[in-house]
């Protein structure tokens, strides 16, 4: 029987490759656009836990140090190409926490 292959991804915090199951994706939403192409509104950025929410993505480690060390390096932003204000970190490390 063949075996499958197995996804893998870069964490932002630490850069080490890991399956993709072991890993929590951050995603920022679609921006949304008026008819005739301007940015009404940036996309949320925040924690995708069930990896199915619709945008860009980035991953990081189940643990705090790597998603400080992200956010230390400003990996998000530079991944996402926007500012991120202090106020996502904080609910996103909220949430981190929480699902630890």
């Known amino acids: 029987m063949k075996q499958r292959k197995i996804p893998m991804r ?3 915090g630490c ?3 890991k399956p993709k199951n072991e890993l929590i994706r951050v995603v920022k939403a679609p921006d949304k656009l ?3 192409g301007e ?3 940036k996309g ?3 924690l995708d836990l069930t990896s199915k929410k619709a945008g860009r993505g980035a991953y990081i480690c189940k643990n705090i140090e790597c998603f400080n ?3 230390k390096a400003r990996r998000f932003e530079k991944a996402f190409a926007t500012q991120i204000p202090s106020s996502v970190y ?3 490390e909220e949430e ?3 699902s630890e």
Do not use: G, R, Y
């Open 96 to 98: 981190l926490k929480k």
């Open 15 to 17: 850069n080490e490759m």
């Open 44 to 46: 949320e950025i925040s």
């Open 69 to 71: 060390a992200a956010k």
């Open 10 to 12: 870069k964490c932002t």
């Open 39 to 41: 940015v009404l509104e």
């Open 90 to 92: 904080d609910s996103m």
């Open 34 to 36: 008026s008819d005739t």
